[in-house]
Every structure is written in structure tokens, then in C-alpha cells.
């Protein structure tokens, strides 16, 4: 798969890949911007390139039978998002009983255009004590970018404007929600 994923995201769909995929075992990998259903798929595509598995969490309704073998097997990890749950903590506690866990997110909380961005991803980093690594999915530049992993600090404000620094003039699969 990696081999056909790369002749699919280079060959066919000719995107590139700006930066590596940081050798970490545990992150929190926000992905923006997330204007459109396909860029599940072109993260899909994007996590065979690299040939690192990514994760991600759902409800846990998902993990049930029929199908919950197949979200675990594509990397999900179920979350009881039900009452006053502290997801944070929870997504947190899989960190930590998991050798390596890279969870993408996207920071937006939709694919509809927003003002500001969600911070649970923040949360979970620092909860979790994990780095941040930033992905970009640039459909006007047809690249992928990657930012090196970067811990989050006291100063959440400065934090989160170097992170919306680093998607400055990317645009999504539908512009208009960039």
C-alpha cells in the first residue's frame, strides 16, 4: 500500500509532501484546514505515504459490532462522549496506556468556516504531555505541509498564534470555509 499510496498522492493526484513526519511515537496532529469529506480520504492517503500510522478517536458506538473491528484495524480509539464526560482527561488516559498513539484532529471542530478554532487539541497536548505537530492539507498549492513537533507552553495565546501562523495562505478543498 505504501508503494501504490505514493504513486496515487505524487504521480496521479501530483500533490507533494512539504516536511517530514516527525519520529514521535505520541502527538497530537492537527490538521487544517478541514473544509471537505475528502480530506478524510486524502489523510488516508497521506498516512500511507508516510507510512506511519495516525489515529483517531469516535464515539464509541462505533466500536460496537458490526464494524468496530474495522475502525480499531484503520486506527480508532473509542471515547465515551456521552454526559459530563472529561474528554481531555480521557483522551489523555489512552496516551497513556498506549506505546505509541497519534492523534489527528482538526482543530476547527467542522468543516464550515470559523472565527476561531476549537482548543481541546490543546488541552490534550499539555494534558497528555505530548507534542503538537501542525499538518496542512493545501488544495490551492496541491502540498501537504508538516511542521516539526512542538510542546505547548504556559503562553497558550502566543502557542496558538504560531500554530494559525503556520496555515496562513493555505487554502482548503472548498475556499470559501478556509
Partial sequence: MHKLSKFIFFKILKWQLKGDFPDVDKCVVIVAPHTSWVDFFLGLVVRKVINEEVNFIGKESLFKPPFGWYFRWMGGAPIDRSGNQNKVAAIAKIFKERDKFRLALAPEGTRKKVSQWKTGFYYIAKTAKVPIVMVAFDFGKKQVKVSEPRY?????????????????????KIPEYT
Fill in 152 to 172: 505547548p507552553t504556559e503562553d497558550m495565546e502566543a502557542d496558538l498564534k504560531t500554530y494559525r501562523e503556520f496555515y496562513k495562505g493555505v487554502v482548503g
